[in-house]
């Protein structure tokens, strides 16, 4: 099963620190929206200075990439995927912002804790979060700054960033866990696994050969 909804967890506005460049590699579970089922993946993020790619890969080993790159001329983002088999890429413009609107309203209050913790040698600070339905933990490394501000539209399931963009809160989670407030049953988990200055770069271009959606419908 293709387990795409855990992006969401990594994704935040920048701060005024220095751009993060370099891979990070994390573990996650969490109910998939579309079959409500629990599923696990690990997934490998290379960022560059203007874009990054997320690699995906099943507990089944089956996996693919998926290659974000902003263009900085009229605020577009274009999306690269071969998570299915199949190159396929899609524009920001071309319905993906719409779908986001139903998520507006299901955003958490988050509430920074006197905890911290400690994940392979970083510091993060522990922040409580709840909303109708869910409650939980993030523990955010304010040392480690993604800007991910131009990706924000192009996300399904993206209730985690607007939260942290909404409140304020900079940084990169290390670890999270957030469970249904009613029968206590995990929602997301996760954890980041390894921290690199590393990242792939042949990973950070969009092949010149892909034609947009737009394009191909023409």
Known sequence: MRTVFTICLLLTAGSILAQFTGQIEFDLE????????????????????????????????????LIFVPNTGNGDLHLYSTANGTEVFFTSKGG????TSSLMDRGFRM????????????????WSVVN????????????????????????????????MQVNGVNGFPMSWEVVDRY????????????????????????????????????
């Not at 800007?147 to 924000?152: K, L, N, Q, S």
């Open 132 to 163: 109708e339905n869910l409650e939980g933990e993030f523990c955010i490394a304010p040392s480690i700054d993604v800007d991910f501000a131009p990706y924000i539209d192009m996300f399904v399931d993206n209730v985690f960033m607007r939260s």
């Open 30 to 65: 969490g109910i998939n929206p579309n079959t409500d089922e629990l599923e696990s993946s690990h997934w490998s993020m290379h960022v560059g200075q203007k874009n990054l790619t997320m690699e995906l890969h099943n507990v089944d080993e089956s996996g693919g990439s």
């Open 111 to 126: 509430t920074k804790t006197s905890a911290t913790d400690n994940v392979l040698g970083i510091a993060c600070d522990v």
């Open 183 to 218: 029968d206590s049953s995990i929602y997301r988990k996760g954890n980041v696994t390894a921290i690199s200055a590393e990242a792939k770069q042949d990973l950070l271009v969009l092949p010149s050969h892909l034609k947009s959606i737009e394009t191909m419908m023409e």
């Open 96 to 99: 993906q912002r719409s779908a």
